[in-house]
């Protein structure tokens, strides 16, 4: 055996191996059930946020609000039914304005929140949905908490998140983390139903080296959580590697559903093709 082939064994596990080779093959139009509430959404979600901040990203400074309100519908009519978003992004218009023609109780939407109190919190929600459109949203997260005693200190925005899920006004919630502290708290969290991990097999963008990462995820799948993979390609630091970056990922046994982040139809038809050969 190569010592490729056996690192990644190591990483993986052999269980996770063996359901590679003898399942189907994934594809980015699979429904995966997520979490506690049972989210049904594609395993693929088309991010809107590569780079993202101060209210901008990639997507929303190179495509416009139609330029990416029509990508997202084109990700819709291929199947990819899953939206990544965030306020921190700027891309609640684009989401609204791809509405217009696709109907909302076939997306599964996800936005983030830097919402720290429970009065921003009820605020944030308020004018999340009015931006985006909608009645709902089916997954918000806190967003980027990077501190390990951030359910301490965020104590507030949480409650009125468990408050706004009792009301139906948001279907699941949870975290995105960037710092290992972080994360392992998340899994240690019985309020976290849903967690957004930065995860590839170069550390690139990460919390931690790979093996550790997947162990806390590990933890936090055993715990009945969720858990979504972002930074697959590492902002597309590793766009050259992404085929081995996607076998990497759909091969873990801690990881429902990732979201990568495209410009434009050809990257979004590109890397979707890639799927099932990369498994």
């Known amino acids: 055996m190569r010592r ?3 690192l990644q064994s190591a990483v993986l596990g052999t269980s996770a191996l063996a359901r590679v080779a003898h399942a189907a093959p994934p594809r980015a139009t699979d429904i995966v059930t997520l979490g506690p509430d049972k989210v049904k959404l594609s395993r693929l979600a088309v991010g809107t946020g590569t780079k993202g901040f101060m209210k901008s990203s990639a997507q929303t400074r190179q495509l416009g609000l139609q330029g990416l309100a029509d990508l997202l519908r084109f ?4 199947g990819v039914t899953f939206w990544d978003s965030a306020d921190l992004y700027g891309s609640h218009p684009h989401l609204r304005e791809a509405l217009k023609s696709v109907p909302r109780d076939k ?3 996800m936005t983030k929140t830097r919402a720290q109190t429970a009065a921003e919190m009820r605020q944030d929600l308020e004018r999340f949905r009015r931006e985006i459109g909608t009645d709902y949203l089916d997954i918000v997260l806190l967003h980027a908490v990077m501190r390990a005693d951030w359910p301490e200190r965020l104590n507030g925005a949480m409650e009125a998140l468990s408050e706004a899920r009792e009301k139906r006004i948001v279907r699941t919630h949870g975290v995105s983390c960037h710092s290992l502290d972080a994360l392992r708290t998340a899994a240690r969290t019985p309020w976290v139903h849903v967690d957004l991990a930065r995860i590839n097999p170069a550390g690139v963008l990460m919390d931690a080296d790979p093996t550790t ?3 806390v995820l590990r933890e936090m799948k055993a715990a009945g959580k969720g858990v979504i993979g ?3 390609l590492g902002e597309g630091q590793l766009r050259a590697r992404v085929d081995e970056m996607l076998r990497f990922v759909l091969g873990l046994d801690c990881v429902d559903c990732f979201t990568l982040g495209f410009e434009s139809r050809q990257e979004f038809t590109d890397l979707v093709g890639r799927i099932p050969a990369a498994a």
């Open 4 to 6: 490729r082939d056996f």
């Open 75 to 78: 990700g819709f009519d291929n």
């Open 107 to 109: 997306v599964v939407i």
């Open 213 to 215: 990462v997947i162990s």
């Open 230 to 232: 972002m930074k697959v």
